[in-house]
Antibody, heavy 120, light 108 residues
């Protein structure tokens, strides 16, 4: 059974930092791309960042490039998202999602989400 | 950046009726389009990938069609559990991989 479990969401002040984690199991982690997708309260889905199975290629939405960093630890089957210089508009539920292939970005499994709230 | 426009925003139907949801891309995405279902408080669920391939465990009443810029998700006969928000998403060769704004299928 494929499982994705996010953690690390919290209330943080504007300008602050946070690291999200996504622990995975049930599939060969290094064979699949992974992504982060967020959803602001009452809004639609926004793809944030992704990286290939090896982690050698990373991708970012313009809205987060230069502030967020995606990474993966293939020895721990875990995906990370480092969020820096946070803004109020980054407030959202952050989902990690498994890609359909090594560098393929439709998302066949999702975690339950981790809430990040940016507020003073 | 590829923009996806979904229509209608809301679809009001009764159980047993058929539903047709549309997704239009600002430029060709070939067949690289997926559909997701999301219920309140839940993560999205993949229904269709690469325009017409049903994901694992998805009932046959869900089907996808289209290529290039125009795509359709069809639900042949709505079950009570199908009332939800549906999103399309493109996975063209270049990031960002964008989602449509969603279509809500509600009970009439």
């Amino acid at each position: 059974e494929v499982l994705l479990v996010e953690s690390g969401g919290d209330l943080v002040q504007p300008g602050g930092s946070l690291r999200l984690s996504c622990a995975t199991s049930g599939f060969t982690f290094t064979s699949y791309a992974m992504s982060w997708v967020r959803q602001a309260p009452g809004k639609g889905l926004e793809w944030v960042s992704g990286l290939s199975g090896s982690g050698g290629t990373t991708y970012y939405a313009d809205s987060v490039r230069g502030r967020f960093t995606i990474s993966r630890d293939n020895s721990k089957n875990t995906l990370y998202l480092q969020l820096n210089s946070l803004r109020a508009e980054d407030t959202a539920v952050y989902f990690c999602a498994k890609g359909g292939g090594f560098d393929t970005y439709y998302f066949d499994y999702w975690g339950q989400g981790s809430l990040v709230t940016v507020s003073s | 950046e590829f923009v996806l426009t979904q229509s209608p925003a809301t679809l009001s139907l009764s159980p047993g009726e058929g539903a047709t949801l549309s997704c239009r891309a600002s430029q060709s995405v070939s067949s690289y389009l997926a559909w997701y279902q999301q219920k309140p408080g839940q993560a999205p669920r993949l229904l269709i990938y690469d325009a017409s391939n049903r994901a694992t465990g998805i009932p046959a009443r869900f089907s996808g069609s289209g290529s290039g810029t125009d795509f359709t998700l069809t639900i042949s006969s709505l079950e009570p559990e199908d009332f939800a928000v549906y999103y399309c998403q493109q996975r063209s060769n270049w990031a960002p991989w964008t989602f449509g704004q969603g279509t809500k299928v509600e009970i009439k």
